[in-house]
Nanobody, 123 residues
Framework: QVQLVEPGGGLVQPGGSLRLSCAAS????????MGWYRQAPGKQRELVAA???????DYADSAKGRFTISRDNAKNTVYLQMTSLKLEDPAVYYCSANGVVVIRDLLQYFNSWGQGTQVTVSS
C-alpha cells in the first residue's frame, strides 16, 4: 500500500505565500506523476499542478505564474510553493501520486491520494 502524508496548509492573508508538502511511503518501486489537486466547497476537484519523475510540469491556468511544483525523488516528496494567494484559492488541497508498488513480491500499479489539507486565504 502507498500512503501520502500532507502536513502543512493553514491560513494566509491575500498576497501571501504558503508551501505544501506531501511525502509518499510504502513499498514503492517507482513513482511516475505526482500532483496537487484542490476542491472548494460546492465545486469539483480540479488539477492545480503535476510533475513527472523526469521533472516535466503542468499547471492549471489559475496556477501559472503563481504556484511552483517540485519534487525530491530521493525523498518521494512533492512540494507546492504558492505565492500571491488570492481569495479564490481557498480549498482543500489534495496530493496525488501514481506509479508501481511491490505487494507480496508482485509489482502493481497504484494511484493514491492524500487526506487533504485546508488552505484558507483571509484578511
Amino acid at each position: 500500500q502507498v500512503q501520502l502524508v500532507e502536513p502543512g496548509g493553514g491560513l494566509v492573508q491575500p498576497g501571501g505565500s504558503l508551501r505544501l508538502s506531501c511525502a509518499a511511503s510504502g513499498t514503492l518501486a517507482s513513482i511516475n506523476t505526482m500532483g496537487w489537486y484542490r476542491q472548494a466547497p460546492g465545486k469539483q476537484r480540479e488539477l492545480v499542478a503535476a510533475i513527472t519523475s523526469g521533472g516535466t510540469t503542468d499547471y492549471a491556468d489559475s496556477a501559472k505564474g503563481r504556484f511552483t511544483i517540485s519534487r525530491d525523488n530521493a525523498k518521494n516528496t512533492v512540494y507546492l510553493q504558492m505565492t500571491s494567494l488570492k481569495l479564490e484559492d481557498p480549498a482543500v488541497y489534495y496530493c496525488s501520486a501514481n506509479g508501481v508498488v511491490v505487494i507480496r513480491d508482485l509489482l502493481q500499479y497504484f494511484n493514491s491520494w492524500g487526506q487533504g489539507t485546508q488552505v484558507t486565504v483571509s484578511s
